[in-house]
């Protein structure tokens, strides 16, 4: 394997571990309906500004959401469609498994 291709592995993997805490994958799917401030993020999550101020951070860092300021507001939406991609593949990936387990155990009885 070259150099280059272990750098885009590692680099996935650091995309990765994004999706791998649950409050940010609560902001990635709030973020899907459309863009939300903070203070309604805060709210739907029913979680303190600060916590979700710095999970915003490290998702803009990421490159998964992106923030637009709207008069004395930020407003923060998922970077691109590759973000809702993303997220559905996942998704039906765990609601795939889920069905399957669920069958598994269905079998055994």
Do not use: W
């Amino acid at each position: 394997m070259g150099e280059r291709e272990i750098e885009v592995l590692y680099d996935l993997s650091e995309l990765f571990k994004m999706f791998g805490d649950s409050t940010r994958i609560r902001i990635l799917s709030a973020l899907r309906g459309g863009p939300l401030c903070v203070f309604h993020l805060a709210e739907r999550l029913e979680m303190g500004q600060s916590a979700i101020s710095h999970q915003l951070r490290l998702l803009r860092s990421a490159g998964l959401v992106k923030a637009k300021r709207q008069g004395k507001t930020m407003s923060y939406a998922l970077d691109d469609d590759h973000v809702a991609q993303i997220l559905d593949l996942g998704l039906a990936h765990v609601c795939h498994q889920g069905h399957a387990e669920s069958e598994a155990s269905g079998n055994e009885t």
